[in-house]
């Protein structure tokens, strides 16, 4: 059985219901963040993402707005009544970062970064665990019990993709691992459907199939003006679209 996940009175995740966190993959200024936090309150979306450590794969690229962002993160949730997830990278920015953020994401990068695993499996804040990109579903079981052995069950599993020789999709969304996952372990999965396919106009395809598969919600990439983004702009849903999606699964 499912452990239920409870965020807060309103948000408990694995319980049966589906839930949708969206936001854009980077915090870039306080006016992409304030109009994406309106609409996801005018949605009943309870759920922020936006990534204040961004690891990336050029050093050059755009790294993210770090402590400044999640500083803008806190006023932009307490206006809008949202809670918020976002990732960290280092176990040295746990502590700083521990009041800004309410569900703690382990990038894929980072799966079976076992330090930061157990560190965060000290805390008491939920954590959303990405599935390596080239990680088996038993390895990716292992990193999620590196957490809960340090205390911290409130973990939930999310599959992003991997790679595979497959080069149309940025990674090949292993949807199959939801009803396994489900079949052999308690913890609820999330899907993210942005990064497993990196094209926009298969994301609303992909959160279909993973509802469809009892998933227990979804991730989204959303922006203002993904042509603009500083990172990820390709998959990323503009509002219009995001809008489409929500009216189409919930």
């Known amino acids: 059985m499912t452990k239920n996940i409870k965020i807060d009175e309103e948000i408990i995740i694995g319980d049966g219901s589906f839930t949708i966190i969206a ?6 200024n306080r006016d992409q963040m304030e109009n994406t936090g309106a609409l996801l309150s005018k949605l009943g979306v309870k759920i922020i993402r936006g990534g204040a450590f961004k690891p990336r794969t050029s050093p050059k690229s755009f790294q993210g707005m770090g402590l400044e962002g999640l500083k803008m993160m806190a006023e932009i949730k307490s206006k809008y009544k949202l809670k918020f997830i976002s990732e960290i990278m280092d176990p040295r920015d746990i502590e700083m970062a521990y009041d800004y953020i309410d ?24 954590v959303m665990l990405k ?9 990716w079981i292992m990193a999620a019990e590196y957490i809960r052995l340090e205390g911290n069950e409130k973990i ?17 969304l292993d949807l199959m691992s939801i009803p396994i996952l489900k079949e052999i372990s308690d913890y609820p999965v999330f899907v993210d459907p942005s990064h497993g396919t990196g094209r926009r106009e298969l994301v609303l395809p992909a959160s279909k199939a993973a509802k469809a598969l009892n998933a227990d ?6 922006h203002p003006n993904p042509d603009e983004a500083l990172s990820d702009g390709c998959q990323s849903l503009n509002f219009n679209e995001f809008e489409n999606l929500f009216n189409e699964i919930m």
């Open 23 to 28: 936001g854009p993959c980077a915090i870039e």
């Open 103 to 126: 569900i703690i994401q382990i990038g894929s990068r980072n799966m079976q970064n076992f330090s930061l695993l157990k560190e965060v499996g000290k805390t008491n804040k939920p």
């Open 131 to 139: 599935r390596g990109m080239s990680a088996t579903i038993k390895e």
């Open 217 to 222: 919600g979804i991730i989204v990439e959303i």
């Open 156 to 172: 939930i599993l999310c599959e992003r993709g991997i790679r595979t020789f497959e080069d149309y999709t940025r990674n090949t």
